[in-house]
T-cell receptor, first 111, second 116 residues
Framework: DAKTTQPPSMDCAEGRAANLPCNHS???????VYWYRQIHSQGPQYIIH???NNETNEMASLIITEDRKSSTLILPHATLRDTAVYYC????????????FGKGTKLSVIP | DTAVSQTPKYLVTQMGNDKSIKCEQN?????MYWYKQDSKKFLKIMFS???????INETVPNRFSPKSPDKAHLNLHINSLELGDSAVYFC???????????????FGEGSWLTVV
């Protein structure tokens, strides 16, 4: 399995960009990078995913390095409601694409 | 409308009881899952069904039995509940098994099971 490494916690000032790093140095060519977040007591929420190219949607941007060994999730203007645990996941194929959650990064957005 | 809904949201029960958690998705997805999040907050897959067919069955005690009456529903039955079964159980669904565009999985809000 491709493992991911994330910092356990980060702080970000409200209104500033939050840049969450993830290392996935053992990723295989057909494995996707997914980002989910879990706000306290809620179900995990899909944010964005990508394979090789950078991706952007209404929630965030995903920057994947050319060698695909790391990525960064960018929340352009963090709000207090973005406080959550953010999971970087490399999906693996096992009859279906699986998501294996690690410990994630606890992002605290500070007023 | 909630895309992936599960009931009950909270369940407190005694050891040895048998209980069920129901899950329904209205997204028209073909694949459904059950995940378990324990007290240490690790989220692990338990089962996956595609069009009512079991495709993933992780190492889970056979006291846990998923049942899929149709592709919109995946219920989780737990027999002889133990203290260690206390956790949050998340139902989820995805369009299919995954393909060229990956496989985005959508989660329900969780069912908090406490065994006393």
């Amino acid at each position: 399995d491709a493992k991911t490494t994330q910092p356990p916690s980060m702080d970000c000032a409200e209104g500033r960009a939050a840049n969450l790093p993830c290392n996935h140095s053992t990723i295989s060519g057909n494995e996707y990078v997914y980002w989910y977040r879990q706000i306290h007591s809620q179900g995990p929420q899909y944010i964005i995913h990508g394979l090789k190219n950078n991706e952007t949607n209404e929630m965030a941007s995903l920057i994947i390095t050319e060698d695909r060994k790391s990525s960064t999730l960018i929340l352009p203007h963090a709000t207090l409601r973005d406080t959550a645990v953010y999971y970087c996941i490399v999906s693996k194929w096992a009859g279906s694409y699986q998501l294996t959650f690690g410990k994630g990064t606890k992002l605290s957005v500070i007023p | 409308d909630t895309a992936v809904s599960q009931t009950p949201k909270y369940l407190v029960t005694q050891m040895g009881n048998d209980k069920s958690i129901k899950c329904e998705q209205n997204l028209g997805h073909d694949t459904m899952y059950w995940y378990k999040q324990d007290s240490k907050k690790f989220l692990k897959i338990m089962f996956s069904y595609n069009n009512k067919e079991l495709i993933i069955n992780e190492t889970v005690p056979n006291r846990f039995s998923p049942k899929s009456p149709d592709k919109a529903h995946l219920n989780l039955h737990i027999n002889s509940l133990e203290l260690g079964d206390s956790a949050v159980y998340f139902c989820a669904s995805s369009q299919d098994r995954g393909g060229a565009s990956g496989n985005t999985i959508y989660f329900g809000e969780g069912s908090w099971l406490t065994v006393v």
